[in-house]
């Protein structure tokens, strides 16, 4: 199920990968023998439920984890082998706010860990102040970060994470908790990382995230590539093309009348004050499609009819409706 | 893409020797190193008015007891420390290396305390009419420097201890008067029964007290505890090396340790 893109060497390459924990309730077979390949500059989403194996690969791939079958390679370097070549190579960026020194600046914060990975002298100096910047974080960056809003904490994360411009940036849920305007930043932020050429591998629970930056969606399922497809091809898999929700006047329907061609599903009838709405899923979705309804439903005094197209968050909820009851 | 050239270990020790100093809570610096040491020290010299006890050694007994425990606890607790703040994962997939950054950690946060120690104890002595005379200044100095040293692979230890049992913080807590009076410090030594003095043999703590008040009275000490106090650092040492990495095997390797 892998596939990379371009002719240059990957900057990730997983092959088989598995790894088991023990407990006393038993072993748990986190992954089973995933195989992924991501290219330079690409941007590549990694969706699955929760448990899926995502956290446990991104562990892997950073060295903090040894797999327990296959192999990784960053860069050509084994993940196994060759843990410090790796990590010269790589950045972990954990969402949360956690992994910070709160007691300390911005700067302190982003001046240690770079040193970590052997910026120094003057251009550790410039790096710093270039990475605050980037981030947006420059008049705060002197305050301590316990101070320091949600979303700051998390472009502090991404400044570390950047500021030794590594070769494959490894993001977990950069947007975790943010409010709208904050998660924008981040994603503006990713985004300008991408288009510098950065090679990125993002999960993020929200989809909107991955919608917006990723090219390629990998999409994980019990410690197995359920899908590894580009975004459009991945959005084309989706059995419904639009989400239509139909608002009326006064009580709805005791059994409304759906039948309608290309409809998929209907979803739950919802009674307001003096308005009900209903949901419907439609495997397409044209102009006569609205007429037809408009005949179906006289006296229902309809008020609004909203089409919405289906996007990855549809897919991804009919995915994971697949893998719960498979057929 | 550039590549960097890894940090060596001593900068990379350095810097995080610098980000706790910049960090440090100088509450806890206050209560921990200078109030609760002066208030042994005040206490124990006014209890003693009669003159039952030899007032330099309750000085010298309040010091290391303060500056030994400040080490131990001061390195014991630092990897803890980063796994509260959730900084392990950074740390650990950056390639300056855990070892380096809690040596440096430790080494910045146990100075201060130990610095802070000899100054209030010092300092409440000589107002308590009791100020401590050292004899021989430089054999004082070597072996105060010698005992921080020793002591403080012993706090890696126990600070690989507390991640790899449960149980090993309550059980450290519960050793520290046993340590005391098996070290010397709070019991004479020749009043401890004969299963236990060789014991002490063992504990830098022991030999570093010999030292520090050979030194003070103008005693020579003889060539066993100049041996010993390094002898019983390097043990330390290498035990904390094993443990440490007994620590990263079982996160890396097995995944039983969940520190990431």
Same mark, same amino acid.
């Given at each position: 199920?892998?596939?990379? &893109?371009? %002719? ?14 023990? +407990? ?46 296959? &192999? ?10 060759? @843990? ?6 790589? +950045? !972990? ?7 910070? =020194? #709160? ?33 947006? #974080? ?9 101070? =320091? +809003? ?15 411009? @590594? ?7 950069? &947007?975790?908790?943010?409010? @709208? ?19 990125? !591998? ?28 580009? !975004? ?30 290309? #409809? ?48 990855? %968050? ?14 | ?133 050292? /004899? ?5 100095? /070597? ?118």
């Amino acid at each position: 199920m892998a596939s990379g &893109t371009g %002719q240059s060497a990957p900057v990730l390459q997983v092959a088989g990968v598995s790894r088991s924990f023990r +407990s006393r309730q038993g072993t748990v077979q986190a992954l089973k023998g995933v195989d992924l390949t991501v290219g330079p500059g690409e941007l590549v989403g990694l969706l699955g439920l929760n448990g899926a194996g995502k956290s446990t690969l991104l562990k892997i791939i950073s060295t903090l984890l040894l797999p327990t079958g296959g &192999t990784v390679r960053v860069c050509g370097h084994d993940v196994a082998r060759r @843990p410090r070549e790796v990590q010269r190579r790589l +950045s !972990l960026v954990l969402g949360g706010e956690r992994g910070l =020194y #709160l007691r300390l600046s911005a700067r302190d914060n982003l001046r240690f860990f770079a040193t970590l990975t052997g910026l120094k002298g003057p251009d550790l100096a410039r790096r710093c102040e270039q990475a605050v910047e980037f981030v947006g #974080l420059g008049p705060a960056a002197d305050r301590p970060v316990e101070t =320091y +809003s949600k979303g700051m904490r998390q472009r502090l994360h991404l400044a570390i994470g950047m500021v030794t411009r @590594p070769e494959l940036l490894l993001l977990d849920e950069p &947007t975790v908790g943010l409010d @709208p305007a904050e998660a924008e930043n981040i994603r503006t932020a990713v985004s300008a990382m991408r288009d510098q050429g950065t090679t990125i !591998l993002l999960t993020s629970h929200y989809l909107n995230d991955i919608e917006q930056l990723a090219e390629r969606v990998v999409v994980l399922h019990d410690g197995r590539v359920l899908h590894d497809l580009p !975004l459009p091809r991945l959005l084309e898999r989706a059995k419904t093309a639009a989400v239509v929700t139909l608002t009326g006047r006064g009580t709805a329907p005791p059994q409304p009348p759906v039948a309608l061609d290309g #409809l998929a599903s209907v979803g739950t009838l919802q009674q307001h004050a003096s308005s009900w709405s209903l949901e419907l899923h439609v495997r397409a979705w044209t102009p006569e499609s609205l007429r037809h309804l408009a005949d179906l439903w006289p006296d229902q005094q309809l008020t609004d009819v909203r089409v919405a197209p289906s996007g990855l %968050q549809q897919v991804f909820m009919e995915l994971a409706d697949d893998v719960k009851s498979p057929a | 893409m550039n590549h960097l050239a890894p940090a060596p270990w001593w900068r990379v020790a350095a810097a995080a020797f610098r980000l706790q100093f910049r960090g440090i809570s100088w509450l806890s610096v206050l209560v921990g190193a200078a109030i609760q040491p002066a208030t042994y020290v005040t206490i124990t010299l006014a209890a003693n008015h009669r003159g039952g006890l030899d007032p330099d050694a309750v000085v010298l007994g309040s010091a290391v007891l303060s500056a030994w425990t400040a080490t131990l606890w001061h390195a014991g607790m630092v990897l803890r420390r980063e796994l509260w703040a959730g900084t392990l994962p950074a740390i650990c997939s950056r390639p300056g290396g855990l070892g380096p950054i809690l040596t440096g950690k430790s080494v910045a946060s146990a100075t201060l305390s130990v610095a802070v120690i000899t100054v209030s104890v010092s300092l409440s002595a000589a107002l308590s009419g009791h100020p401590l005379t050292v /004899a021989r200044p430089v054999e004082f100095t /070597a072996a105060l420097a010698l005992g921080f040293a020793a002591t403080l692979p012993l706090g890696l230890l126990v600070a690989c201890l507390f991640l790899l049992t449960r149980a090993a913080l309550r059980v450290a807590e519960a050793l520290v008067y046993p340590v005391f009076i098996v070290g010397g410090l709070l019991i004479p030594l020749a009043a401890l029964p004969g299963w236990a003095r060789p014991v002490s043999g063992g504990l830098s703590l022991h030999w570093l007290s010999v030292l520090l008040a050979d030194a003070a009275a103008g005693r020579p000490s003889g060539l066993l505890p100049w041996c010993a106090l390094p002898v019983t650092g390097l043990l330390y040492a290498l035990a904390a090396r094993i443990a440490f990495g007994r620590v990263l095997h079982r996160a890396r390797k097995e995944g039983s340790l969940e520190i990431f």
